[in-house]
């Protein structure tokens, strides 16, 4: 993915195991999508 | 301090200037749970277990010699002096897998991206700042 790109509305896991959307999180005029390596 | 860290002590400068932040891991639920437990977070974290949003968005996977290379190392003792901790993933974490920094607008159009290259390549905050659009 680069600059111009799309991204797919991709769906992630919460914590509870619950499905949500990319797009709920599109809620400001930008989103930092930051992936980390692993936790902590 | 790890990346994670250093995004989550600044997510207050993100959100000033109009962008969220949203963290993803490549951890099972029940692992993030237990980390969020642990360590609260000022910032929502998702899981990708199957790593389906790495490879939407071209993040590659590295391989062992690369723990090696000078620069890797280098950014490994940086991270202890500052404070920092090399931690052992999770289980069922990919240790070869690599991490990126976005910026979406609101259409999910990418706006910057960055594919960190090895293991401790990754930008500061200040360049994620800066790349946002009108800055």
């Known amino acids: 993915m680069t600059p111009g790109d799309t991204a797919p509305d991709l769906t992630f896991l919460t914590a509870d195991g619950e499905p949500v959307g990319l797009s709920v999180f599109l809620t400001s005029d930008h989103l930092l999508l930051v992936f980390l390596r692993h936790l902590a | ?135």
Request: glycine content about 10%; some cysteine; hydrophobic content about 45%.
């Open chain 2, 1 to 135: 301090m790890a990346h994670l860290g250093e995004v989550a002590a600044n997510v207050e400068r993100f959100r000033a200037v109009g962008a969220g932040v949203l963290v993803v891991t490549q951890a099972q639920p029940h692992i993030l749970s237990m980390f969020l437990r642990n360590q609260p977070q000022p910032l929502p974290i998702v899981c990708d277990p199957d790593r389906a949003g790495y490879r939407a968005f071209g993040l590659e996977r590295t391989g062992w010699m690369s723990f090696f290379r000078p620069s890797v190392l280098w950014g490994y003792l940086r991270l202890i002096a500052r404070g920092g901790k090399v931690r052992m993933p999770y289980t069922g974490e990919d240790v070869l897998q690599l991490g990126g920094d976005f910026l979406l607008d609101r259409a999910r159009r990418v706006v910057f991206a960055y594919h960190s290259r090895s293991a401790t390549d990754r930008p500061s905050v200040e360049a994620l700042l800066a790349a946002l659009p009108g800055r």
